[in-house]
């Protein structure tokens, strides 16, 4: 179905004179050229009393509604009867709104002050556009032609409203910041699952709190970016406390400006090491000086020092903002999958223990031997994971120690003798390169065939979030790939056991 837009428009005699007939041919003469027209449906409402508001809401039923016109911060001025001023107060308009939230998905205030009517509307409409100040005949009617010209091309709200700000940009009407979009808090009864349940949300958005407004079109559009790598959604918070609690969220996207470091760099001392390395982001927003706390951290630019204009901050209608949301998108979603993997890993390593606790009879698996095949450059990570399956009972062997510079042919006759009487194989694919992980695992292969018993279990240890290696290109009909950070030995080892069985 069209989406129906109700252009309300409203210039009381006693007030001063506004150019809302223009303003309504340029949005028409927009429409008319577009190619996307059959799909916006327009109404307009001139000379508007209040009746004909509610009359209009109940006929025509808009889903986007703009009202052109006089505001204050207490409401907006429609038409008496006799044609001057009557003020419809700020309470009155959103609960007149909230009464058609099934079906209003946006409201336009193009009026002055009208910031504070978009704030209580904005309560029930998922996106509400108001003025922070009084904004002039022009740039109202610029800044309407912009968002007109955007959504009757398919682009979505936050864009649009975005578009229309650069517009005014572009004019050179330094009104630019008046128009603000104000996008609807979800209550917890309507908030998207957690992807990962052991935290909190699955990201947080720490910002000062004087750049909400640009936080929350951010968060719009990388939540789209993430919802096709993750179809049933994630949980993301926008948080300004100067005391948030980053390790209670599995991931947090750190949004830095001038405002932010000047605030908040005493209160990121706290954060350890290894939150920092694995689950913190940073965009910037402005150029800042960034605090030390968080150097090493992967750094996300959403500003430029361009040549003819100067320094100035991405928009959503810019390529690089599109070019930065994506490549945030795909580092958030290798980080919770990570985190979701260990997740599970637990998980399954509580029920094996519990299986193994209520049945001891299932510990014939014991008489299992590993061999833990590790280049020179993991054997410490090797002595590790061999530790923790003594632990578990398990007895493992590791091939010559190189540090020793035995003979080449003593190491090819150890690696034989292990491959042909061991009952597994684990390759530890650590600082270890691709290409000598790939040689091992066929050599596991190809003594498959002189082995009396094939083994239970070709694997390969890979700390891919450590070390952002990739998998070599080879697939045996035996071979399990264990993807370990580095504090999770233990819970992987439990599924490797088992598999020993």
Not at 35 to 58: D, G, N, S
Not at 269 to 289: C, G, H, M, N
């Amino acid at each position: 179905m069209p989406t129906k837009i109700l252009i309300v428009a409203a210039n009381p005699w006693d007030s001063k004179r506004l150019g809302l007939d223009e303003e309504y041919r340029e949005i028409k003469n927009i429409w008319q050229q577009s190619k996307q027209r059959e799909q916006f449906v327009l109404e307009y409402a001139p000379a508007a009393r209040e009746a004909e508001l509610r009359q209009a809401l109940l006929d025509f039923e808009p889903n986007i509604i703009h009202f052109s016109g006089h505001g204050e911060l207490n409401g907006l001025f429609f038409m008496d009867d006799n044609g001057n001023s009557q003020l419809i107060s700020k309470p009155a308009l959103a609960s007149l709104f909230a009464l058609f939230s099934s079906q209003i998905r946006c409201v336009v205030l193009n009026a002055c002050y009208s910031e504070e009517q978009a704030l209580s509307i904005a309560e029930k409409i998922e996106h509400v556009i108001g003025m922070n100040k009084a904004i002039g005949d022009l740039a109202a009617i610029k800044f309407a032609t912009g968002f007109y010209q955007a959504l009757f091309s398919g682009r979505d709200i936050a864009f649009a409203h975005e578009f229309a700000r650069n517009t005014l940009d572009l004019a050179n009407i330094p009104e630019k910041d008046t128009p603000v979009l104000i996008v609807r808090q979800q209550s917890s009864s309507q908030a998207v699952k957690n992807y990962l349940s052991d935290y909190q949300y699955d990201v947080l958005v720490h910002i000062a709190g004087n750049e909400k407004a640009w936080a929350e079109i951010l968060i719009q559009h990388l939540q789209k970016h993430l919802n096709q790598r993750f179809p049933h959604g994630l949980n993301l918070h926008l948080q300004t406390d100067i005391n948030a609690d980053f390790e209670t969220s599995a991931t947090s996207l750190l949004l830095l400006s001038p405002a932010y470091s000047a605030n908040y760099a005493k209160s990121l001392d706290s954060i350890t090491p290894t939150l920092k390395q694995q689950r913190l982001f940073l965009a910037e927003y402005q150029p800042v000086e960034r605090p030390q706390t968080l150097n090493g951290l992967l750094s996300y630019c959403f500003w430029q020092n361009d040549p003819t204009q100067g320094l100035r901050s991405f928009s959503p209608a810019d390529h690089d903002y599109n070019l930065q949301l994506e490549n945030l998108a795909q580092d958030i979603e290798k980080r919770l999958k990570a985190l979701y993997q260990q997740q599970q890993l637990k998980i399954t390593h509580a029920q094996v223990k519990a299986t193994f606790s209520s049945n001891q009879s299932s510990a014939s698996y014991n008489d299992s031997v590993v061999f833990v095949n590790v280049s020179a450059e993991d054997r410490l990570l090797a002595q590790q994971v061999q530790q923790s399956l003594g632990k578990n009972g398990i007895a493992s062997t590791l091939p010559i120690d190189q540090s020793l510079n035995p003979p080449p042919a003593d190491i090819r006759r150890d690696i034989e003798i292990n491959l042909l009487n061991c009952d597994a194989v684990l390759v530890i694919y650590g600082a270890s390169s691709p290409l000598w992980v790939k040689e091992q695992l066929l050599l596991c292969h190809r003594w498959q065939r002189k082995r009396e018993e094939p083994l239970k279990i070709i694997a390969l240890h890979h700390e891919q979030y450590e070390t952002n290696a990739r998998l070599p290109d080879i697939l045996l009909p035996n071979l399990q790939v264990f993807y370990c950070p580095p504090d999770c030995i233990d819970d992987y080892l439990v599924r490797f056991i088992e598999a020993l069985k």
